[in-house]
């Protein structure tokens, strides 16, 4: 049975999150992460030992996150172009909670070797499988004459480079963090939104 987290170990994990999203792993501190989790030093050391157990289970949990994300969409009964529907904008909508969350791997995984062992090791298992599952039912499709013949690890590919690179090209030009411009922020994302569900729709609908 998994263990539930105490409310300081929650706290910890919270404050650590956001603070190594932001700063990543080499300019984080373990004692501003127990500041911010309004905890001493040493409880943080009781619960995670060292700096880089602590990073290590952020990491893992937050890669393991948004490589999910196909995952209610293909446990749905929904016809496969929602189902690709789904599993977009369920992406789309995860990095909008979470628009420093691509950056922060990309730059640990290029920082640091052990990361991509981590990603190698324990993240694409995921994603194979989802690549796998996402294949049977591309296949199933293309035998129906629904869509063009497609390889699931190219679909996938494209749903996230898509994703990203808007959060990427916001963030190149825009203070996200800024309120001045809400309405803004909001109306772009959702219209972005749209338009990468459309584009990739498109790119394998065959019209009838």
Known sequence: ????????????????????????YAETRTTEIAEAAGVNHALLHYYFRTKEALFERIFQEQTTQLMNF????????????????????????????????????M????????????????????????????????QEEVARGTIRPILAQDLLLNIISLNVFSF???????????????QFFTHFLEERKRNNVETIINSIKIAK
């Open 1 to 24: 049975m998994e263990l539930k987290p105490t409310n300081s170990e929650q706290a910890i994990l919270e404050a650590a999150e956001k603070i190594f999203i932001q700063k990543g």
């Open 70 to 105: 196909f995952v209610k969409a293909l446990d749905s009964d929904l016809p496969f172009l929602e189902k690709i529907k789904l599993g977009i904008e369920e992406h789309f909508d995860f990095i909008t909670q979470n628009p420093g969350l691509p950056f922060f791997i």
């Open 107 to 138: 730059r640990e995984i290029v920082q640091n070797d052990e990361r991509k062992q981590v990603v190698h090791q324990k993240i694409a298992p995921i994603a194979f499988n989802m690549i796998d599952r996402i294949a049977v039912l591309v």
């Open 168 to 182: 990427i090209a916001l963030q190149m030009f825009f203070d996200m963090k800024s309120d001045s411009h809400p």
